[in-house]
């Protein structure tokens, strides 16, 4: 049953024409819409191909990454020359100052999982007009002239096709491109803002497992993105703004730094700001989170540290994605913005506390969603199996080859200390099984929180030691049973083979059980594994971007908007509807003002 979606979101506007509209221009909801719109399933982190794909293309993506930088080629092919139909100043910077004010952009970031997630942040940015449920009354919001993409565009690796089914799909869908629309250089070039939106784009740790490839060729070479264009060249830009404000967006790639071209490209912009003007910078993960959450600077004496040392004074207002929730922090001046919810998986806010950053001068102020609501959905790690199916095939393989190689003839043991001292000197003096041993604690210590030395080993032995306890318990009553119970006949085919079923089902089920409860206890009690334990539920609802709005006075006003429910299933709108949108989600919940009220910088 389709909720009060979208048709009263916005109403049109009695006053003069709809500003940000072309009625009837835009591309018409195709005939085979339903199936050329590719709704892909939400990423399943826990599979096992996706887990060795995701692992070959970090492990590459880090060596490379090491050794050669995508924005080095960037620099070398841009020409310098300014391309017909652009709006550049003399430094590079994207010239927007002289709109008429009030101007609206939007911020979106950790986009591209599944269809339902993405497509429900993708509508509600897409519409003309947005009204935002609030604690006081309603916020009248008006869609972007321009779309800021905060990084991690795709998910989980990058590639011209997930782009295409996983981010331009369901974006397409909720703002089809004008006809005949290909190019910025098209006649729909310098067409008005409100008519043909802007879209600029920062690359994220997943955007850069191809070494920046993809994502090259979608957003730096001045083609049509859906409704927008996107004027950018390379993976970083600046955007001059109304009434002395800037936004500039720094590419910071996997080692967190910035390269020199792109270091000496912002130093000249910073040349040309005026003494009173104010920067709103984007980066794709929040330092300031990880310096707390770590215990160390993430962001070293670096070229991305001179930036940001160059830029300080100005800067109003830190933005930044890569954990999928709402945060801000302030200091009562500056603010310090975490909004990753784009799409992605939810990111639980019960984590590592970061009440205070840096040291006491900055305080949370708000947070979406809440701890006791982020407490309720943790529990759900307890239902790990059900949740993450394909994951017990792994500890189903791994159960039965350790299971198989500490195993002894224990039908004379009749107890489990006699059996366990039976496998352990067996297993001592057994080259294999000692290898399987150490190979098996290590990869545990390996996946364990990392930022906390005394509790990665603790917590991993402990966890690698439930896991042995329960193959060698599960070994020996598989022994006991085919041999003294069902009588098969210790090592014969029979009993081997019926053992190994056995020894399979058991690790398909006991093992992900234990994980389960390890990410549960870790995330709950110990406030660890934040990102193991959130990516297990692959929870989609939650979502969040942010809406700004630059007034005539100078002033700006942040409007981070919250989902609390993302829309299950979509529905065409059809010919009455006054939405350019293809379809409308089904059963998804109204937008909200995620704070009492909107954030407001004179």
Request: charged content about 20%; proline content about 5%.
């Amino acid at each position: 049953m389709l909720t009060k979606v979208g048709l009263d979101l916005w109403n049109v506007r009695s006053a003069g024409p709809e500003p940000h509209h072309r009625r009837g221009l835009r591309e018409p909801l195709p005939q085979n819409a339903r199936s050329s719109a590719v709704r892909c399933k939400k990423v399943n982190w826990y599979e096992p191909l996706q887990l060795l794909r995701t692992a070959q293309k970090v492990a590459i993506s880090t060596i490379l990454g090491e050794h050669s930088d995508h924005r080095l080629i960037e620099a070398l092919t841009d020409s310098g020359t300014t391309p017909e139909g652009s709006r550049l100043t003399p430094q590079g910077a994207h010239d927007y100052h002289e709109e008429h004010c009030p101007f609206w952009f939007d911020y979106v970031s950790d986009t591209g999982d599944g269809w339902d997630a993405t497509y429900t942040v993708a509508y509600h940015l897409a519409q003309p007009y947005l009204t935002l449920n609030s604690e006081s009354e309603p916020q009248e919001t008006r869609r972007g002239q321009v779309l800021v993409f905060g990084g991690d565009e795709v998910y989980p690796t990058p590639s011209s096709q997930e782009y295409h089914e996983r981010l331009v799909g369901p974006y397409r869908a909720a703002l089809p491109p004008l006809r005949g629309m290909q190019s910025l250089d098209s006649e729909f070039g310098t067409s008005h803002l409100d008519a043909l939106p802007h879209c600029f784009a920062l690359p994220g740790n997943h955007d850069w497992y191809d070494s920046l490839v993809s994502f090259s060729r979608l957003f730096c070479s001045r083609q049509s993105f859906a409704g927008w264009v996107t004027p950018q060249s390379r993976s970083y830009f600046a955007l001059k703004l109304p009434k002395g404000w800037w936004l500039v967006g720094s590419d910071i790639q996997l080692a967190s730094d910035i390269d020199a071209q792109q270091a000496e490209f912002f130093k000249k912009v910073a040349r040309e700001m005026g003494e009173g003007d104010r920067i709103i910078w984007c980066v794709a993960e929040p330092h300031w989170i990880y310096k707390q959450i770590y215990g160390l600077e993430r962001v070293e004496e670096t070229n991305l540290a001179a930036l940001q040392k160059l830029l300080e004074k100005r800067i109003a207002v830190y933005v930044a994605g890569d954990l999928h929730h709402y945060r801000r922090h302030s200091d009562g001046v500056v603010h310090k913005i975490t909004a990753g919810g784009g799409g992605a998986f939810l990111h639980l806010t019960n984590g590592p506390s970061v009440d205070v950053l840096d040291d006491g001068l900055f305080r949370l102020e708000a947070e979406y969603p809440t701890r006791e609501t982020s407490n309720r959905i943790c529990r759900r790690n307890l239902m790990f199996p059900f949740l993450n199916p394909r994951f017990g095939l792994i500890t189903s393989c791994l159960y039965t080859i350790a299971a198989w190689s500490f195993s002894v003839d224990t039908t004379a043991s009749h107890s489990v200390s006699e059996a366990f001292r039976d496998s352990l000197r067996s297993s001592l003096n057994d080259p294999f099984a000692m290898f399987l041993l150490v190979v098996l604690f290590t990869g545990v210590l390996v996946f364990t929180d990392t930022h906390s030395k005394a509790y990665r080993w603790l917590a991993g032995l402990s966890h690698a030691s439930a896991h042995l306890a329960a193959v060698f318990i599960i070994g020996w009553l598989v022994t006991r049973l085919t041999n003294d119970y069902w009588g098969l006949g210790s090592g014969s085919i029979r009993q081997r083979l019926v053992s190994a079923a056995l020894l399979l089902v058991a690790g398909y089920v006991i093992g992900p059980t234990l994980m389960g409860i390890y990410l549960f206890v870790s995330v709950r009690i110990f406030r660890r594994h934040l990102d193991d334990a959130s990516a297990s539920l692959s929870e989609e609802n939650y979502k969040n971007f942010l809406r700004f709005k630059i007034d005539n006075d100078g002033s700006l006003t942040i409007y981070p908007v919250g989902i609390d429910k993302v829309g299950r299933g979509t529905c065409s709108p059809g010919s009455s509807s006054q939405t350019d949108s293809w379809f409308v989600p089904a059963e998804t919940s109204m937008p909200k003002l995620i704070e009492s009220a909107p954030i407001r910088l004179a």
